[in-house]
């Protein structure tokens, strides 16, 4: 009976932790980081920012781009 309430407690803990860790960063997010950045960096319009973080993304790819932008 012990076993079954230290394995019960156990999952509860792991439960909780995994609820409270912070959510993946996304493309989303890290499109608008890049747009942020390059905006304030070099004064480009929205529209330029965003195609210039499309070739950004492009060159690459989808997991080093979020990486590079959500550190």
Do not use: Q
Not at 36 to 62: F, H, L, N, Q, W
């Amino acid at each position: 009976m012990r076993t079954i309430y230290a394995v019960t407690g156990l999952l509860a803990a792991t439960m909780l932790l995994s609820a409270c860790a912070a959510p993946a960063p996304t493309l989303e997010d890290a499109g608008k980081a890049c747009v942020t950045y390059v905006m304030s960096k070099y004064d480009e319009t929205p529209k330029r920012a965003d195609r210039t973080c499309e070739i950004m993304y492009e060159d690459m790819g989808e997991a080093d781009f979020i990486e590079e932008w959500t550190r």
